[in-house]
């Protein structure tokens, strides 16, 4: 058991139980609540239905001593969370005030007109709860005491859940957990490198979390030592060059920031990809001070108009290739004027793969203050797969490239 004791998540709505929403929330829930040292022993889904919330509730809060729910906060007549924990509890749910005067504050600055009987629903707080306002949304959390400890509520929506979260449960990643984030190296060479290591740390536990190409070794602390940051030191050392963080950040924050503190500016020039790896850096807010632009040139044609790319080179080696790699990113350095330039061109299938150039294959090119350089992988996993591992592959070279 965790050192924390037992705990329990109920994810609340019918479009869970109908299958149309993905429980997002359950993972993130318990993958915070584990890190901080309890033990998940029970997660469950329930429909938007009074009698089997309240029934459900009741039971969990009797034998946990955190129960956790999301969902059904909101302001209409299937949000029935608030009620249903006010009956498992055998407490009343009360009217603040101070809630009534912010969503008519809300509802008056949304031009809504005067806020309906409807919205204030969500003014209603069980009997001693703990009041979290929302930074998003307007739905509240609640933090009730219960017999056995307590019964946290929060909103469905996993961008208002979220920051509720971190207010409730603290950074789990600064106390007893630290995560080194991997690129370039498999689940099990990770999980092989860090084990050794930790045969020093007894106390520590390791997890090895794999997404495409990328990797997250999770440290846990279960002793009362303070010996996380020396196994976190430790661990990372076995790592090596593969760790791009230790502080939570993407692979593509990484990159921008590292250009950023250079001055570096970035472009991009995108065949199989087509666009996924100027979306990737432009999705991180603030990537204008670094992105300059990108291009989609899927086709021949494009690459020769738009990069400059020769024919010759395309017809005597092949779109997937590395000189035209290497052409695509020194000519994108040329149009696109950015210091670093990144180009994928590769074959993400299903089809169009020949033995010399199978599904998988893709050729990177980087140009960076006038050198051009290019690389190879070959990638597994469908067109999907393909294309996502190569926005991670090219993100990692730029980091390389920009001494990370
Ligand atoms: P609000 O009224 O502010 O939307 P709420 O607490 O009433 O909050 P719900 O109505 O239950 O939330 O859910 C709203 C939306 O949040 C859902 O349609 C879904 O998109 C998302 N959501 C709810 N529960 C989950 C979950 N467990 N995992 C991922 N997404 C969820």
């Known amino acids: 058991m965790g050192e924390k004791g037992h ?12 299958g149309l929403r993905l429980d ?11 890190r901080l040292g309890y033990t998940v022993a029970e997660a469950v889904s329930v429909a938007d239905d009074l009698h089997a919330l309240a029934t459900t509730l ?9 129960v956790v729910t999301t969902g059904g906060l909101g302001p209409t007549h299937d949000d029935l969370t608030r009620e249903a924990a006010a009956k498992s509890l055998d407490l009343p749910l009360e009217r603040d ?6 969503l008519e504050s809300v509802a008056a600055r949304h031009a809504l007109g005067k806020a309906s009987e409807q919205v204030f629903r969500q003014a209603e707080v069980i009997q001693g709860a703990r009041v979290i306002r929302p930074t998003i949304g307007t739905a509240s959390g609640q933090v009730v005491p ?29 106390s007893s957990t630290r ?25 520590i536990s390791l997890t090895v979390l794999a997404s495409p190409s990328l990797v997250d070794v999770v440290l846990v602390e279960h002793g009362h030592g303070d010996d996380i940051a020396d196994a976190a030191v430790d661990a990372a050392a076995a790592l090596g060059s593969h760790v791009y963080a230790s502080d939570g950040r993407s692979l593509a924050e990484v990159v921008l920031d590292d250009a950023a503190q250079l001055g570096v500016t970035i472009a991009t020039a995108e065949s199989c990809t087509g666009g996924m790896l100027s979306a990737a850096l432009t999705d991180v807010p603030g990537s204008s001070r670094v992105v300059r632009g990108g291009v989609v040139t899927y086709s021949n044609e494009l690459k020769m108009s738009l990069l400059g790319v020769r024919q010759a080179l395309l017809e005597q080696n092949g779109a997937v290739s590395a000189s035209v790699a290497e052409a695509m990113a020194a000519g994108a350095a040329e149009t696109l004027g950015a210091d670093l330039t990144l180009s994928v061109t590769g074959v993400a299938g299903p089809e169009g793969g ?8 893709v050729w ?41």
């Open 146 to 174: 219960t017999s056995a400890g307590k019964l946290v509520l929060l909103p469905g929506p996993p961008q208002e859940m979220s920051p509720m979260l971190d207010e409730i449960f603290g950074d789990a990643e600064r």
């Open 364 to 404: 990177f090119g980087v140009a960076y203050r006038g050198e051009t350089s290019s690389f190879s992988r070959r990638l597994p996993g469908d067109r999907a797969g393909v294309r996502t591992r190569a926005v991670v592959a090219a993100l990692d070279a730029a980091r390389k490239a920009l001494g990370g």
């Open 24 to 34: 997002t929330n359950t993972r993130d829930i318990a993958s915070r609540l584990s």
């Open 179 to 203: 995560i080194l984030r991997c690129a370039g190296i498999t689940e099990s060479d990770a999980q092989v490198a860090v084990q050794e290591v930790l045969e020093e740390h007894p106390d």
């Open 97 to 102: 005030p101070k809630l009534m005067r912010w």
């Open 354 to 361: 020949t033995d010399e150039k199978p599904v998988g294959l």
């Open 58 to 66: 009741k039971r969990l809060c009797a034998a946990y001593p955190l």
């Open 7 to 18: 705990a329990a998540i109920v994810t609340v709505g019918s479009e869970l139980t109908y």
